[in-house]
T-cell receptor, first 113, second 114 residues
Framework: AQSVTQLDSQVPVFEEAPVELRCNYSSSVSVYLFWYVQYPNQGLQLLLKYLSGSTLVKGINGFEAEFNKSQTSFHLRKPSVHISDTAEYFCAVSDRYGQNFVFGPGTRLSVLP | EPEVTQTPSHQVTQMGQEVILRCVPISNHLYFYWYRQILGQKVEFLVSFYNNEISEKSEIFDDQFSVERPDGSNFTLKIRSTKLEDSAMYFC????????????FGQGTRLTVV
């Protein structure tokens, strides 16, 4: 069975500062990793995904994430955040057949002026 | 761009009533999912559906819940007798399946049980 941990439930950060949202996973099989964003009162939107190859993945809105197999982590980063990045961020894993997505509990990013 | 659509966007129902939440997945997708998000909490997996049958379900998905693909386009979630604790945002998702495909989510239906 797979599981996802997001260590920080809330992350406040000032505008234009860098941010890292942490994600760790556990699985007995190969997994694929995703970050989704949920803006207030909206659905889930894919930010980026890791399937294979380069461990540094770039996504939309200037976000990137790095897959670290030895540490079973997939942390999300952005070098300079904007007010509009305020949202809930969910890390997720799926098995290699894409049949089951397991979400982490989410991290609420609040960007302060 | 193709998208997953859900109707209604908001449903209010009385406790004990049956509700049906509707979803139109992306047309060439093969796997369909329902997730639930109680206000302020994590997104929880309910059920996945493939080839006209349930492929996996969580502990939340008890006998009160059922899913159906009544025709070639719709995918429905039925709650037979709603409880107050069923109040949540329900998300439908679909994926092409196969290696590394992501799930595409609808905008959700907010169910309020009163």
């Amino acid at each position: 069975a797979q599981s996802v941990t997001q260590l920080d439930s809330q992350v406040p950060v000032f505008e234009e500062a860098p941010v890292e949202l942490r994600c760790n996973y556990s699985s007995s099989v190969s997994v694929y990793l995703f970050w989704y964003v949920q803006y207030p009162n909206q659905g889930l939107q894919l930010l980026l995904k890791y399937l294979s190859g380069s461990t540094l993945v770039k996504g939309i809105n200037g976000f990137e994430a790095e897959f670290n197999k030895s540490q079973t982590s997939f942390h999300l980063r952005k070098p300079s955040v904007h007010i509009s990045d305020t949202a809930e961020y969910f890390c997720a894993v799926s098995d290699r057949y894409g049949q089951n997505f397991v979400f982490g509990p989410g991290t609420r990013l609040s960007v302060l002026p | 761009e193709p998208e997953v659509t859900q109707t209604p966007s908001h449903q209010v129902t009385q406790m004990g009533q049956e509700v049906i939440l509707r979803c139109v997945p992306i047309s060439n997708h093969l796997y369909f999912y329902w997730y639930r998000q109680i206000l302020g909490q994590k997104v929880e997996f309910l059920v996945s559906f493939y080839n006209n049958e349930i492929s996996e379900k969580s502990e939340i998905f008890d006998d009160q819940f059922s899913v159906e693909r009544p025709d070639g386009s719709n995918f429905t979630l039925k709650i037979r007798s709603t409880k107050l604790e069923d109040s949540a945002m329900y998300f439908c998702a679909s994926s092409e399946a196969g290696i590394g495909t992501e799930a595409f989510f609808g905008q959700g239906t907010r169910l309020t049980v009163v």
